[in-house]
Nanobody, 114 residues
């Protein structure tokens, strides 16, 4: 499975970004796609996840600001990021998990700064 992420960039506090991640290859119908944030000096942390059936989970710090969604026909997951804060800065990685395997995308940089 290959994952291609896009949509990062530089945005001012309070702004918005939309990340996309397209999966290709041997896709299983039952899977979970997720977004993680990595900040230098810290472990990669889960931001949001969505199952193939549409069940979602968010870390507390992004609830009400971020929305994860997916298009199963396109094997693509999205992360709509609103009301961005400087602490949202980091490299965002998408992941695809199915059966016993986890695959990672290449990461996309999000910088929130004035």
């Amino acid at each position: 499975v290959q994952l291609q992420a896009s949509g990062g960039g530089l945005v001012q506090p309070g702004g918005s970004l939309r990340l996309s991640c397209a999966a290709s290859g041997s896709i299983f119908s039952i899977n979970v796609m997720s977004w993680y944030q990595h900040v230098p000096g810290k472990q990669r942390e889960l931001v949001a996840a969505i199952s193939n059936s549409g069940s979602t989970t968010y870390t507390d710090s992004v609830k009400g600001r971020f929305t994860i969604s997916r298009d199963n026909a396109k094997n693509t997951v999205y992360l709509q990021m609103n009301s961005l804060k400087p602490e949202d800065t980091g490299v965002y990685y998408c992941s695809y998990a199915a059966r016993t395997s986890v695959y990672w995308g290449q990461g996309t940089q999000v910088t929130v700064s004035s």
